[in-house]
């Protein structure tokens, strides 16, 4: 279905000339977040720096545009990475990326519970 989905969104770019957007799946965030990233962030925590976690608190503190676009502003750090977090731009594909943020955002709304 992901791949009818990107061929379809190919089609209305290349006719259209414009980019269609699709809805991040954070369903199936959760399961990308489990396989990559859960092994640091474990019910939203940070076992390499407790400071930095993925509450909603602290990821309004350091990440840098969250107020501009939280999931745009967690899909750029798991992009690019920073400090002690390695960046994912070449391991995850973009709908990949922008799954995992729903996720995250999704969780960080509800505390982690």
């Known amino acids: 279905m992901r791949r009818l989905l990107s061929l379809i969104a190919l089609c209305l770019t290349l006719v259209l000339g414009a980019t269609p957007s699709f809805a991040a799946d954070a369903d199936h965030g959760a399961q990308i977040f489990s396989a990559n ?7 939203g925590g940070n076992v390499v720096n407790a400071e930095r976690t993925l509450k909603k608190e602290a990821l ?17 750090q798991v992009t690019n990475g920073k400090n002690a977090m390695p960046a994912f731009g070449g391991k995850l594909s973009a709908g990949d990326i922008a799954d995992v943020a729903a996720y995250v955002e999704s969780m960080s709304q509800k505390g982690w519970a």
């Open 37 to 43: 990233c859960a092994a640091c962030h474990m019910g």
């Open 60 to 76: 309004e503190s350091y990440l840098a545009n969250y107020s501009a676009g939280h999931e745009e502003a967690i899909q750029y």
